[in-house]
């Protein structure tokens, strides 16, 4: 017998919550223990977008959560439906964004037998999460939802997971749905005794530089971080996730280029020249404190919405805890920075040296591709209404160093796990958050494969973007530190295949780059196309030895 969508049970009051919260999409696969809320979903105004794989549903839910401020939601069912889950929540977590998941679960009553797809998952999410429970009665399923919501958006942000056990989930629902279960509230400014100790640091130095980490990127803080460096003129810095070269352009502020992974680049010079460095929004899994900071002792100020973890080699003088925005705005009327000649010329140097090597990409004419050129083609197809999502590899490595953004949170990265697959599914969510604009993604041959059945989800929901495939046939991040490291390699070799013939498997568009003067004009005509393109690139990584020259400290040692 049939049984209908009951509208009372604890599935469509989790539904109501969503939606009262502003939820648009949930991502997810469906399965027994899960079902009651796919039903719920069916009738709601959220779209359900079912997935081809778990992790994939969670990166997409990431990318809505990173881009709206809000919570993206997954889905999955009992056992290997919520293992499935963890890379992806736990990259969100690494991040900053804010993601609920929720996992079905057998009956309560069934908790502690050896019953099919029986899991202690809320244990297991622990580690991966911020938030991690189960709901055990109808009673409480309104307060986990909230918590979990007002935990992952909190703070700095993350993901939360909750377990929903299949006989809840058709449980009727007493409760107030309605009620502001998961609102958020704003911060207020850091204390002002901090603020004027962060003040007297800045115009006391010569030499300061601005760190900024992955939250520095956020669309509310825009204004604020403009302001600020308009007024102090001090040069800035940025992690791969962090507020990049459309700052520079909007405050004239000196934009010195990216540090990440090797300590090498011309921004990792003028770091270590400083006698102050102000870090915002700035996480250590960004880049290591003990790589940039060991031995050099001068003053930190960390403005952030969380206080620092105290590490030995990052203990910063002042802390601003509070909203960043707000901070910054209390810091900047203050502000009388006397910044020494030669520093703001190193700076403006660094910065040249970056645009120098990237203009070497325009007579870079080889086939293989060189990295460079790559680059520089991809950076002209970015304009002010062009969303990139990069995955890992050596092209991300290349690409963050020399690809400047013109926008917040225009480029997503996954700069904390650097979790493989990443681009697939965050170009699909794109497209969904911005169907009417650009959406361009960039991964390896190996990274591809890892989430490119994602392609069939992206047809069938009529998403569209253009894909560039940097084809080495290798894993050849981990090849050329292999190198380096040994002096040989092992376990990066991969085989070949036709990148043309599995887009068109899809429904897709694929092209075959066979010389580098081609890439312009195929971008062109790919931007057109009404579903989504591969455009397969072989590369040649000759030159990656250039990543790790003249390194000062890296993972290496």
Not at 15 to 30: C, M, R, S
Not at 112 to 121: E, R, V
Not at 402 to 430: E, M
Request: glycine share 8%.
């Amino acid at each position: 017998m049939t049984e209908p969508n009951n509208t009372k049970n604890c599935a469509n009051a989790i539904v109501k919550i969503l939606e009262n919260h502003g939820v648009t999409h949930a991502f997810g696969v469906p399965g027994a223990k899960i079902d009651s809320l796919f039903v719920a979903l069916k009738h709601s105004k959220i779209k359900l977008v079912l997935c081809r794989h778990e992790q994939n549903a969670a990166f997409m839910a990431a990318a809505f959560g990173r881009l709206t401020g809000k919570v993206g939601v997954c889905l999955a069912t009992s056992g290997p439906g919520v293992t499935n889950l963890t890379t992806g929540l736990a990259t969100a977590t690494s991040e900053g964004d804010p993601v609920l998941a929720i996992g079905g679960e057998v009956p309560l009553d069934e908790r502690l037998k050896k019953t099919h797809q029986s899991l202690d998952a809320t244990s297991l999410m622990k580690a991966a999460t911020k938030f991690s429970a189960e709901i055990v009665s109808t009673e409480s399923l309104a307060e986990v939802i909230g918590n979990a919501i007002r935990t992952a958006e909190s703070g700095r942000p993350g993901a939360a997971f909750v377990s929903l056990p299949k006989d809840i989930g058709l449980a009727d629902f007493a409760g107030d749905t309605d009620a502001n279960w998961g609102q958020s509230w704003p911060q207020g400014s850091a204390a002002k005794a901090c603020v004027d100790q962060g003040v007297a640091l800045l115009n006391a130095s010569s030499k300061p530089v601005a760190i900024l980490g992955m939250q520095s990127s956020l669309a509310a803080y825009r204004d604020a971080l403009i302001e600020f460096f308009k007024k102090s003129g001090i040069p800035y810095i940025s992690t791969f996730q962090g507020a990049g070269a459309w700052l520079a352009n909007k405050s004239g502020a000196t934009y010195a280029g990216r540090i990440g992974l090797f300590r090498n680049q011309p921004a990792d010079k003028l770091l270590d020249q400083a006698d102050c460095v102000l870090t915002i929004g700035y996480d250590p899994i960004e880049y290591d404190p003990s790589i940039w900071n060991t031995g050099i002792k001068r003053p930190i100020i960390a403005v952030d919405v969380i206080a620092s973890d105290q590490d030995n080699a990052f203990l910063p003088s002042v802390e601003l805890v509070g909203d960043v925005a707000s901070s910054l705005e209390n810091i900047t009327p203050s502000l009388k920075v006397n910044i020494s000649p030669d520093y703001l010329a190193a700076a403006q140097a660094a910065r040249g040296e970056i645009l120098q090597t990237l203009a070497e990409g325009d007579v870079m004419d080889k086939f293989p591709v060189q990295p460079i050129r790559l680059v520089r083609e991809i950076q002209k197809q970015i304009t002010h209404d062009t969303h990139v999502a990069l995955d890992v590899g050596s092209n991300y490595i290349w690409t963050n160093r020399y690809c400047a953004s013109d926008d917040a949170r225009q480029l997503l990265v996954s700069n904390g796990q650097q979790t493989l697959g990443v681009s697939v599914p965050w170009a699909i969510a794109l497209s969904m958050l911005y169907p009417n604009q650009r959406v361009l993604s960039v991964s390896g041959d190996g990274g591809f494969l890892f989430t490119a059945t994602e392609l069939e989800t992206a047809v069938r929901e009529g998403v569209k973007f253009v894909h560039v495939i940097w084809n080495s046939h290798s894993y050849d991040m981990v090849a050329f530190q292999e190198q380096a490291h040994y002096g040989e390699t092992a376990g990066v070799n991969l085989g070949n295949y036709d990148v043309v013939k599995f887009a068109e498997a899809f429904g897709c568009k694929g092209y075959e780059i066979t010389s580098a003067d081609q890439l312009a004009g195929v971008f062109e005509e790919a931007f057109k196309s009404d579903v989504p393109v591969l455009i397969n690139v072989p590369v040649d990584y000759s030159l990656n030895q250039r990543l790790m020259q003249d390194v000062i400290q890296s993972y290496l040692n």
